[in-house]
């Protein structure tokens, strides 16, 4: 069953909009919360993680926002740049089982 | 710092038959998680390695099975292959969960 639920499942943003992506999560002992990001023909590539001890973390143009009390967190790509069009995984995990969202296609236009 | 290296990067390989797919971490790396990523079901766990022996694993039928050497690098099974193994199994290495995980470019596996 999908441990890690994603949406939506695609996006699509002008470029200098803000990009959101949201994931629920069902298990309560996950406590490692990281975003993969992929673009075709690649791998995933880590690109933010967050801890449930923070509500927040930020870098660069990437944020993430967690709610532990509700098993949520979201992803915000601020100023989108065509660059960011890729696909995009939430993931959590608990002692090193970590499981993935769906997925969301984002497209950044110019 | 030479990245996750998966072998072969294509194959094609008809019902019944079986295959190995081949993983050599990231130096220093002693877990290996493998996952299959298909368009309609995301990547779904497979499971994972650390000092030779499984740790996790995930739902898939016995069919699916790996294992990993003392130096680190894993090799997955699949047996008696069918139509629905086609995908791209993706093998990620980590030094610890809180490091996330660095992902090789996948085995592109189609089954006919």
């Known amino acids: 069953q999908q441990q890690v639920k994603q949406s939506p499942q695609s996006l699509i943003v002008q470029k200098g909009g803000i990009s959101i992506i949201n994931c629920a999560y069902e298990n309560t002992a996950f406590d490692y919360f990281p975003w993969y990001q992929q673009f075709p023909g690649k791998g995933p590539a880590l690109l933010i993680a967050i801890r449930p001890d923070v509500s927040e973390k930020k870098e660069g143009r990437f944020t993430i926002s967690f709610n532990k009390s509700a098993k949520q967190f979201s992803l915000h790509i601020m100023d989108s740049q065509p660059g960011d069009s890729a696909t995009y995984f939430c993931a959590a995990s608990n002692n090193n089982d970590m499981r993935f969202g769906a997925g969301t296609r984002l497209t950044v236009k110019p | 710092k030479a990245g996750v290296t998966q072998t072969p990067r294509y194959l094609i390989k008809t019902r019944g038959q079986q295959v190995t797919l081949s993983c050599s971490p990231i130096?220093?790396?002693?877990?290996v998680s493998w996952y299959q990523q298909t368009p309609g079901q995301g990547l779904q766990f497979l499971f994972e390695?650390?000092?030779?022996?499984?740790?996790n694993k995930g739902n898939f039928p016995g069919r699916f099975s790996g294992r990993q050497f003392s130096n680190s690098r894993s090799e997955m099974n699949v047996s008696t292959l069918e139509l629905g193994d086609s995908a791209l199994y993706l093998c990620?290495?980590?030094?610890?969960?809180?490091?996330?995980?660095?992902f090789g470019s996948g085995t592109r596996l189609t089954v006919v």
């Open positions: 990620a290495s980590s030094s610890g969960q809180y490091y996330g995980y660095t």
């Open positions: 130096s220093g790396h002693r877990s």
């Open positions: 390695y650390f000092s030779e022996t499984q740790r």
